[in-house]
């Protein structure tokens, strides 16, 4: 796939912000990050109450790219293959065929993670991790740009099963949308009168596009400096006093992918280590084990604890 200049990268994107917001009320900051994990070839994790919009904002970007988007409804009762497809005996022709899941799409809304029991929650992990899912002995590749927006219920809520740190450490990025402002709730309410909702979205891009936006995104430089501040950054979780589990290497790869794609986003062919200090507590927040006296949001806290601390390599 060919990769395109920044200018014509950050237009694209520019004008794929503007048409999901037709429908999505929410801060530009949070459009941004939400669209971080389609660009930056990861996948993306909603932790937020019901009724913020999680749901619309997943089917806005795919029918704002043209995408196959498929919604799985995570239950105690849903099993692997319900997820990744399962093989039928055809009369006609006495053989089995491969019907494939609804993993098979570019845009997968993964609703209630965590409501799922163990087993299904790991259906994922080739999927997320590799890109392909390997069933009866066949390696079957998934579409491209291919994206998982799982939401996950609180984890006081009845009925959970928490994910483990293999799962969250397969998401590139973690967010909560949050409660809207007053003046927000406004035109959500107006926009609901007047029946605005994804079925008036028009694709504003392709699929095959953004897979040249993915490329566009490699191209950003991280210099070296900026490479060792990510470096500086993991070692100090992994030796911080306020954390049982530091990052993974794999956490400070998906760190350095996503700030080429944020760079990209404002037009920049190089990252800067503000864009390191914005995004690795969504990068990074979900993936560190806080100590036990800690609760929500507390490895998110921790590492910007982290990012005050560490200085910046010259």
Known sequence: ????RLDAFRQRFDTLVSNVAGVVVTSPDNLRLALLGLFAQGHLLLEDLPGVGKTMLAKAIAASIDARFSRIQFTPDL???DITGTSVFDMHRQTFEFVPGPIFANVVLADELNRAGPRTQSALLESMGEGQVSA?????PLPRP?????????????GTFPLPNSQLDRFMVSMTLGLPAPEQEMEI?????QGVGTERLTPVLSTEEVAEMQDT????????PVQQYIVNLAAASRNSDALTVGVSPRASTALMRACQAWSAFAGRSFVVPEDVQKLAPH????????GPDHGAGAGRTAITELIDAVPIPL
Do not use: K
């Not at 796939?1 to 395109?4: E, G, K, L, S, V």
């Not at 990068?283 to 806080?290: D, E």
């Open 79 to 81: 099993l692997p293959s």
């Open 146 to 158: 291919f994206a998982v927006i799982a939401t996950q219920n609180l984890i006081e809520s009845y």
């Open 217 to 224: 995104v490699l191209s950003v430089e991280v210099a070296l």
């Open 189 to 193: 309410l107006r926009r609901a009168e």
């Open 283 to 290: 990068v990074w927040g979900h993936r560190v084990l806080a």
């Open 136 to 140: 009866d002995g066949v390696v079957r």
């Open 1 to 4: 796939m060919q990769a395109i």
